[in-house]
């Protein structure tokens, strides 16, 4: 059967370089939603003007436009029979609740990538993206305390969370993750 796994963590904790190398060990598709908009933003879609408005300031987009982005690409051959990794969704409550709808019993494994505010905003302030000035960082980590944090326990109730400390090496965080992940998704 295929497998969901998703990934939660501060902005900056490391999660999409992660979530590229544990996507290829364990042969399934990485779904980056931050990666989709920045994709619709530089093709100047709509949609991704809107987006890029919103990711500049730090604000999260509304749950149905990024829910229904993500029930289609879910939607898709790769992720239905390889299984996916999700990086950046869900970041509500409301959206963990759509995506539970879309994929039930699909969802095995959400991983916490937990790094310490202090290292996060470091990591950001070399990153230098577009949103990664001071006024985003700071509006981002505040959203993500009230928003997502609450997620935590809510994957907690489900029986699925595993938390990993995301601190140290990229390396050293990788091997954590692959036995993390290994617990529920062979090599
Ligand atoms: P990321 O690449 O995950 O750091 O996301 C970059 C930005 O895209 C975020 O700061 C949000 O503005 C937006 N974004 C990405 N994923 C979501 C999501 N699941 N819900 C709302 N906004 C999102």
């Not at 190398?21 to 003007?49: K, N, P, Q, W, Y």
């Not at 140290?168 to 965080?173: D, P």
């Amino acid at each position: 059967m295929s497998i969901g796994i998703v990934i939660l963590g501060r902005q900056g904790a490391g999660k999409g370089t992660q979530a590229v190398r544990i996507s290829e060990t364990f042969g399934v598709v990485h779904i980056s939603t931050g990666d989709m908009l920045r994709a619709a933003a530089a093709e100047g879609t709509e949609l991704g003007l809107e987006a890029k408005l919103i990711m500049d300031a730090g604000n999260l987009v509304p749950d149905d436009v990024i829910n229904g982005i993500v029930k289609e690409r879910l939607l898709k051959q790769d992720a239905q029979r390889g299984g996916f990794l999700l990086d950046g969704f869900p970041r509500t409550v409301g959206q963990a609740e759509a995506l539970s709808g879309y994929v039930g019993g699909k969802l095995q494994l959400a991983i916490n990538l937990d790094v310490p505010i202090g290292e996060v905003i470091a990591r950001m302030l070399e990153r230098g993206r577009d949103d990664d000035t001071t006024e985003a960082i700071t509006r981002r980590l505040e959203l993500y305390e009230v928003k997502t944090a609450p997620l935590l326990d809510w994957f907690s109730d489900e029986g699925i969370l595993e938390v990993v400390d995301g601190s140290g090496t990229e390396e050293a965080v990788f091997e954590r993750l692959v036995s993390a992940v290994s617990k529920v998704h062979a090599v």
